[in-house]
């Protein structure tokens, strides 16, 4: 089985910055890629950022290309989010979320963690 733990959300002010950490647990050694995700309230979930495990390739949504860094350490099996230029309408629930090389969709999530921006 996997675990996903998420780390790292909070409140802090429009333009500021956090990080948050998932670490990962279990059967990681079939992970093709992680991601991190978010739902704002009233709001579908959307993508946010993913990497590649293999190769350390890294996709963004447009929303936040430029502001947001995704990272990963394989050494400890965990994934990072540096989260730059915060802005309000970045307040969500960010969850993480990895999916395996025989598998076409994400199969395991963490529980999420909130950050919210204030203006």
């Known amino acids: 089985q996997v675990q996903l733990v998420e780390s790292g959300g909070g409140l802090v002010q429009a333009g500021g910055s956090l990080r948050l950490s998932c670490a990962a647990s279990g059967r990681t050694f079939n992970f093709d890629i992680m991601g991190w ?70 199969d395991y999530w963490g529980q999420g963690t909130q950050v919210t921006v204030s203006s």
């Open 37 to 106: 995700f978010r739902q704002a309230p009233g709001k579908e979930r959307e993508f946010v950022a993913a990497i590649r495990w293999s190769d350390g390739n890294t996709y963004y949504a447009s929303s936040v290309k430029g502001r947001f860094t995704i990272s990963r350490d394989n050494t400890k099996n965990t994934v990072f989010v540096q989260m730059n230029n915060l802005k309000p309408e970045d307040t969500a629930f960010y969850y993480c979320a990895a999916k395996t090389v025989t598998r076409d969709s994400y």
